[in-house]
Structure formats: C-alpha cells, structure tokens
C-alpha cells in the first residue's frame, strides 16, 4: 500500500480514545476566543503565534517540563461556558478522526478559580461533551482526575463528587500529574475511596517513576487499567501481574516520548508489550500540547514498528474492550466497529 492510501485508511478507520485529557486538547483558535471574551490578555494574537505557549517542542525533557504547558490553558478553563465549549470541541475533534468512543478526562479542583464547585465543573463537562456526543455521534464517557500534587482532601472531594455522576456522564476517576514527586502510596484513602462508593479507577503510572508505581496502583489503589506503563518493562514479577490480571495500558506513544518515559523510540516497549500478552491501546494524551491526533498515533506505530493493518485493528479493539462502559454498550460499540471496518475491508 502506498503511503497517501495507508494514512487515508487510517484516518478512515474506526477508532476509539481512552486516554485524552480536555485541558490538553484546547484548539488555538479557541484560546483566542476565550480570552477575547474574558478580557484576559495574550502573549501573542494570531494562533500560529500561541502554539509555542501551549505546544512541546522537540527539546522537551522531562514529564514536569511536559506539565509547564497546561499553565498556560486552564487560566481560560474558569467558566461554565468555557468548560462545556471545550468538552463540546474535544468531541468534535475526536469525530473528525473517526473516534467512535471517547474518554474525556479533566482535573476538577483546576477550574475553580472563578468560584464554581467540583461538582459544578463536573456537570459542565458533562453537559459539553453529551452535545457533542448528540451532534457528531460519538459516545463519551468522563473522568474526574485527581492530582498528585493535591491535598488528600481535595482530591476526596473529587471522588465524592463524581460518585453523584456514575451512569449520568462519569465513568471513572484517575490520578495525574508530577509521578516522580508524589509516590502513589499518598493515595490509597483517597482511592479506598472510590473503592466503597465503587467508582472504576485508572491511574497515571510507569510514566515518570519506576514499575513499583503500577503495582502501587494496582494493588493498593485498585487501579483496573494503567495511564500510559511504560516503565512497567523495568519488573518482570510486575508486568506478568499486570498480564495475569488483563490489566489494559492506555499506552500514548508521542506523549510518552516527549516526556521522556523512554529515552527514544527504539526503547519504547511496545511491541515487547504485545508479545508478552500485555492488553495495549493507543490514545493520545494531550492533542494540542503533543501536537498529534488518534491518526497521528497509529500512523506512527505503522512507520515506526512496521504494524499491519490486522495489527492496528487489533490495538483499536483492544481499546473497546477496555473501555469504562457497560456491557451492553459495549457490545454494541464493537459491532458497529466491527461493521465498519469490514466495510472498509480490513476485517476478514
Ligand atoms: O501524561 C501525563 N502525565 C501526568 N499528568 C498529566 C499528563 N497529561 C496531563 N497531565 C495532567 C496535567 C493536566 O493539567 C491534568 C489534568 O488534565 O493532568
Ligand atoms: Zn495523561
């Protein structure tokens, strides 16, 4: 296949995305309006000129360089109105890449410097992405990120507040941010938490700190999937857990390169990955501060490490089936997928 039809195919293939944080996938064209509107100033005017501010470049070093970039965004993320627009353009922008089903996740104790509650950003998000999910025919689900770098409170606030949206738009809780500084032991009341009131969780883990992360997450914070594991290659006895378990990584090739998870891609392990059984899907992480799209992600893996088409297909349902939903949605999902793609020809 030549190159123009392989990148078509892949933009036209369905896909889904579990790992795709909001305040990471605001559109240029958006912060221009948004600061328009409330009155905030801009470094620059015209929105090739701000994608320095809220894109890494290749001299990105580290996972807490990575982070600076979100500063930048969330100052424009304080309203009821700016929430939902970005929840509405995330959807939006996952549909122009054939996403058939999204996870949007969003930290909300970050947007609250203009007085609204969590669970008001909450409801916000939820309102945003379901116009979406109604205009472009995606399905969505949300989850309540706790930071690493929050006070216990705080973040058991979060979970409270998004056990009042399981089944209404919430579909999990998570933990982001600086992973080297904040060793997930700091955690565990807080996701005991969401452990009783029975809220799925998945945590950021392996990115910037060692495999003992994951099995922190797993064992201890009761963590059924794992954000990115990229460092989970560092303990054989881990990663045979997390396999004998069908502990599914929401793997982000870019991002993790970027934030130097691993020194380059001939270290990154994901090929290793799928033949050792590990349930690895592909997602994006942050759009506009990677500068990528789902396409992007699978169109490297196809450049980088030579995977064929059934090997693509393969990821993509690997990411239906780890999905935060219910059963018989799930089922549904696939077989529309499924459909899809043997209409495309690439299901036997
Ligand atoms: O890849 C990541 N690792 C850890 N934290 C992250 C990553 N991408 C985004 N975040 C943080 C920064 C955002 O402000 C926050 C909520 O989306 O989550
Ligand atoms: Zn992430």
Redesign the pocket.
């Known amino acids: 296949m030549n190159n123009i039809r392989a990148n078509d195919l892949l933009a036209r293939l369905p896909k889904v995305d579990l790992h795709l ?4 996938s605001v559109k240029p064209e958006t912060i221009l309006d948004l600061a328009r509107r409330q009155g905030i100033e801009l470094p620059v005017y015209d929105k090739d000129g701000l994608i320095p501010h809220m894109r890494v470049g290749e001299e990105c070093g580290s ?1 807490i360089e ?2 600076s970039k ?1 500063d930048f965004t ?1 100052r424009f993320l304080q309203s009821a109105e700016a929430l939902e627009r970005v929840a509405y353009e995330v959807v939006e922008q996952s549909a122009e890449h054939n996403c058939r089903y999204v996870e949007v ?3 909300p104790q ?1 947007h609250r410097n203009n007085g609204l509650t969590v669970e008001e950003t909450i409801r916000h998000v939820v309102e945003g992405v379901k116009r979406g999910q109604r205009d472009f025919g995606v399905r969505v689900g949300v989850i309540a ?1 706790c ?1 690493r770098n929050h006070s216990c409170e705080s973040n058991l606030e979060v979970i409270e507040a998004a056990a009042k949206y399981v089944g209404k738009g919430i579909v999990a809780v998570d933990l ?2 600086d ?1 080297a500084s904040y060793p997930p032991e700091c955690f565990r009341e807080v996701f005991a938490e969401s452990g009783r009131l029975g809220i799925p969780v998945t945590i ?1 883990a392996g ?1 910037a700190a060692g495999a003992m992360n994951v099995y922190e997450a797993v064992t201890n914070l009761g963590a059924v999937r794992i ?2 594991g990229v460092r989970l290659k560092e303990s054989r006895s881990i990663l045979e857990m997390v396999k004998d378990r069908r502990i599914p990584l929401e793997m ?1 090739p870019i ?1 993790n390169i970027q ?1 130097k998870a691993v020194s380059g891609w001939e270290a990154y392990p994901i090929r290793e990955y799928l033949e050792q059984g590990l349930v690895v899907t592909i997602n994006t ?2 759009p506009s501060v990677s500068g990528t799209n789902i396409t992007n992600e699978y169109r490297v893996l196809a450049d980088r490490f030579g995977f064929t088409t059934p090997e693509l297909v393969k990821l993509i349902m690997n990411g239906v089936d780890a999905a935060f939903m219910e059963d018989h949605d799930k089922l549904s999902l696939r077989r529309e997928m499924e459909e899809e793609m043997s209409s495309l020809g690439v299901l036997n």
Request: hydrophobic share 35%; proline share 0%; net charge negative.
């Open positions: 944080h909001l305040d990471g996972l990575y982070l979100f969330t996740r969003f930290a970050l990120i930071m982001a941010g992973e950021h990115e954000g990115h982000c991002s934030t992480d942050n």
